[in-house]
């Protein structure tokens, strides 16, 4: 069907930005009407009640990154987009890039520093 990868590749490229611009414009438009239909502390008090979802689905997405890393891997290395040492090299680096997600939830996603702070502030008065 396709002559060649260049033309798989813009074909994917093509449709998965359609896809991000498609799922922006309605989640925009879901918001608009959400801040006409309600007040700012009514959405505020939304977001606040899914915060501990939203920081559930991103723990989740690295996890499974964890686990599907060496599947992952094995393909690239089977398909040839990457050769043996390549291969373990990425395999062994799996878990220092989890650990630099988890911290990385920690201090954004969490405000772990946010939280260091006040508590820092909060014993000096």
Do not use: C
Request: aromatic letters at 12%; a positive charge; charged letters at 15%.
């Amino acid at each position: 069907m396709f002559r060649s990868g260049i033309v798989v590749r813009r074909y994917w490229f093509l449709l998965l930005t359609l896809l991000a611009f498609v799922l922006a414009v309605g989640t925009g438009g879901i918001l608009w009407y959400s801040v006409e239909m309600s007040s700012i502390s009514e959405i505020q008090s939304r977001v606040d009640a899914m915060k501990p979802v939203f920081a559930g689905i991103r723990l989740f997405l690295i996890a499974v990154m964890a686990m599907a890393w060496p599947f992952l891997v094995n393909g690239l290395h089977r398909w040839g987009r990457i050769d043996a040492v390549q291969a373990s090299t990425m395999r062994a680096l799996r878990w220092r890039i989890v650990t630099w997600l988890v911290l990385i939830e920690l201090v954004l996603g969490q405000n772990l520093l946010g939280q260091v702070f006040t508590m820092l502030q909060g014993s000096r008065a």
